[in-house]
Nanobody, 126 residues
Framework: QVQLVESGGELVQAGDSLRVSCVAS????????MGWFRQAPGKEREFVAV????????SYADSVKGRFNISRDNAKNTVYMQMDNLKPEDTAVYYC???????????????????WGQGTQVTVSS
């Protein structure tokens, strides 16, 4: 059993930077691909980024590529997402997810992941 807890979401202004974190407990963290999704008001859940267990491979949604960076610290069972040059359209609840099954690469569908956190709210004002 894996539990994921996100933190770091807050209200920021357009152009600001923010780092959100996700701490995992249970399971073997270093073997899990870790992803970030987001869901804005009235919109469907959207893939943002994913990193492999070793941290060597990443993939990003086109909408965030060049602005967001995903990383992990396996010694701390933590995955991070550094978000730079934030825009109002980045406003969403950001969810951390774990993929232990490795069916496909990159995993960009919500059902590619089998563990989910509760989310952290990121609000970007203009």
């Amino acid at each position: 059993q894996v539990q994921l807890v996100e933190s770091g979401g807050e209200l920021v202004q357009a152009g600001d930077s923010l780092r959100v974190s996700c701490v995992a407990s249970g399971g073997t963290f270093s073997e899990y691909r870790m992803g970030w999704f987001r869901q804005a008001p009235g919109k469907e859940r959207e893939f943002v980024a994913v990193v492999t267990g070793s941290g060597r491979w990443t993939s990003y949604a086109d909408s965030v590529k060049g602005r967001f960076n995903i990383s992990r610290d396996n010694a701390k069972n933590t995955v991070y997402m550094q978000m730079d040059n934030l825009k109002p359209e980045d406003t969403a609840v950001y969810y951390c997810a774990a993929d232990s099954r490795h069916y496909t690469w990159p995993p960009v569908r919500w059902d590619d992941y089998n563990y989910w956190g509760q989310g952290t709210q990121v609000t970007v004002s203009s």
